[in-house]
Each structure stands twice: as structure tokens, then as C-alpha cells.
């Protein structure tokens, strides 16, 4: 086991280049079953998400060569094995291989998902569309079957009864090659699905309208290879965004689409953040004078839910009372213990977070319990006075791409050490 030390206090300067987007290749690799032929990912980040599809990749018979940040797949030699146990339980995406499993072979055996507790994470909308599109299914023990009959999969209209991210690109996944036109209504709007649906639609598949609310897919027999580049990672982005504020005397980032972190830069503006956003760079002043806001999540073009943790640092060097209020997941609020522990006067009544500041915040031993609420932590111990120590940190390097080495060139005392 692994932990991260870090001595807090220092401000930091200098650039970060973010990575590739973790919620896009963990669906793009999936993906990549449905083609014949070789496809290229180029800007995959260095996070064990990664690593962990692509060994069950390779398990299935897939040819995988990793060069620096590219990504080369042969899925030619695919085959249609159970894929109960092991690294699949380990990640939330691994419902991707229900749909890309399904989409190549007519059937899928898969583990139940895994990935951070943020409280219920169901998977009904999925199964929905599987339905819907001619799949049965039952359980086998930790796994879940579903398979066709020799008809295989037909188009249908789908109505999302809440707005999905999994169960969006999950459709796609499997409507590419069935028969006929599938339409995706209430689809969710994340540029992570206008990127799924771009690698496909360059493989040879007909999606029309990702990025809308309706999705139409026409399906096609056969996908061949391609080369893909993976969007920056908004969330990265936004993590970094919110760490510079934070501790940062002067620090650009790099690789960042402001497009799609409208929602959350206008939110920082609210602050009195100052910054210039540029084309493709913010550059984050050092700041003074914070204000409190209040933070309510929703789905994308709205504040997205994964970046309402590694905010709330820089919401407790604010001035005032505020509230963060996650619609998405009402549970996501792990980060909230373990600031308090850090001296942060913040606490939670029923689903809302209530925050008070400015704080001085102080080192302590604390634990990330989610992905988020990990960078949420390291923002927090680059902040405080003395040091922090960071339990359970797998979580974090499921999902920041050369964290250590990204903070220690911007100039942070932060270490990875065995526990
Ligand atoms: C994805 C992201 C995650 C992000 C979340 C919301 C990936 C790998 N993960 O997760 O980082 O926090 O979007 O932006 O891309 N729901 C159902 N039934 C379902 C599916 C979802 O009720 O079948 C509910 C969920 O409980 C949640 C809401 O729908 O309240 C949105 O979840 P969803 O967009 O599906 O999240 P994920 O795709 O799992």
C-alpha cells in the first residue's frame, strides 16, 4: 500500500499539460472490440484505469502495443469469452463490455461494475436498452449475461428516464452494428459522448446528433480501423484550474478546451477568480479576496459533479457561508470528514454541504475514499500549514495521469511513499 505525503504551505508555479480525458478512453477502448481492423488512440493518460482495461483486453485476445501516450489495438482476434472476476469488478466503465460485446457477438458475460462509492450507482438504464434492442438477461452468479437471439440486435427508440452518461454511450456501443435505426432520447450531452461517437463514426459507424439530447444511430455491418485523438480531460483540467487558485503564484494550464468547463469557470469568476482563458490555456493569477458561492451539479452543459470535490478546497479559503448541493450523487460528499480533520468548518445536513471560511487549513493523516475526493485531498495538503499524509490512494491514480510529477515541476513537497 502506497500513501502521499505531502508538506503543505508552498506556492506553486510554472505549467501543466493536461492529459487525455479518463471518461472518454475508458469508453474508446471498449469501443475498439466493435472494429476488424487496427485502431490507434493517440493522448491516452498514464492513469491504472487504463492499465486495467487493457489487460482485460488482452485477456480477450486483443493485440495491445503502448507507445508513450498512444495506444495501438488489434481487436481482430477478439474472442467471446466470460469475463466474470478480476480487473473487471475493479472499474466502473467495464459496462462498456456489455455494450461492445454485445454490439461484436451477440452476448456478453461480464462482472458487475466497481469503481468509487459515491452511494446507488445503478446500471438499469443499460439493461433497458439492451432490451429494448432484442438482449435477455440473467444473472450467473457475480456476472451478468446477456445475449441475443440469431437475429441478433435490432434499432429501437430509447427514452433515458434520467439523463446517463454510462447508459448514453453504452447505447451507442451496442447500436452501431445492430439492425435498423436506434434513436436515443434524453441522451446525456458530455463532449466525452461527441468523442465516443466521433472514433466510431471514423471506424464507419452513422451516429448523427451526439453532443444533442437525441441521438440517432444507423447500423452498420462492419467498422474498420482508424486513428483517434482523445479530448483533454475537462476534469483534469478543472482540478488543476481550482489547485492553482488555490496555491498558485502564477500557473498556466495547458491543453484545456474551455468549452467545456463553461459552467464551472463562470462559477469561479462568481469567486473573484482572476484568470485568462485562452484558446486552448488558462493562465490562474494569484488570488485574494475569494467570495463564498453556492454549487449546485448537474449534467453537463451544467457543474459537473466530478468537479465539486477538488473545488471545495479552494471554496474553504473563501470568505463567507456557502452551500454545494450535488444533484447527481447526493452521497458524493466523502471529502467532507476528512476536511474537517484538516480543520476546514465544513459539514454536511442531509444532502446539502455547508462550508464556512476563510480557513487556515492544517496537515493531518486522511484517506481518499473516492477518486475525487482524492484530489480534493491533495489540493487540501498543498494548501495546508504542515504535513499530510493521504491514505488509499489507488483512487487517485485510477483517474490524474503523473500527478506526483505534474505538482513536484510546479514546485510541491509531495511524495509517494510505501505505507
Ligand atoms: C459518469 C462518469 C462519472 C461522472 C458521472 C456523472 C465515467 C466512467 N464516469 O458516470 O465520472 O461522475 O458520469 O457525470 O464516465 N443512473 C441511473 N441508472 C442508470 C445509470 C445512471 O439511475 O442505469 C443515475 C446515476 O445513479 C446518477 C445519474 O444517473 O444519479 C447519472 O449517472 P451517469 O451519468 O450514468 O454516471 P456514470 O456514467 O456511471
Known sequence: MKKIVINGGRPLQGEVTISGAKNS??????????ADEVVTLDGVPDISDVASLIDIMEVMGAKVKRYEDSLEIDPSQVKNMPMPYGKINSLR???????????????????????CDLGPRPIDLHLKAFEAMGAKMSYEGNAMHLATDQAGLHGAVIYMDTVSVGATINTMLAAVKAKGRTIIENAAREPEIIDVATLLNNMGAHIRGAGTDIITIEGVDKLHGTRHQVIPDRIEAGTYIALAAAVGKGIQINNVLYEHLEGFLAKLEEMGVRMTVSEDSVYVEEQANLKAINIKTAPYPG??????QPLTPLLLKAKGQGTIIDTIYEKRVNHVAELAKMSGQIKTDKNKIIYQGPNDLQGAAVKATDLRAGAALVIAGLLAQGQTQISNIEFILRGYSNIIEKLTQLGADIRLVED
Not at 478512453?25 to 466493435?34: G, S
Not at 457543474?303 to 465539486?308: G, S, V
Open 93 to 115: 466503465a467495464s459496462y462498456y463490455f456489455y455494450g461492445s460485446l454485445l454490439g461484436r457477438f451477440g452476448q456478453a458475460t461480464v462482472g458487475l461494475p466497481g469503481g
Open 25 to 34: 478512453v475508458v469508453a474508446l477502448i471498449p469501443a475498439i472490440i466493435l
Open 303 to 308: 457543474f459537473a459533479t466530478d468537479l465539486q
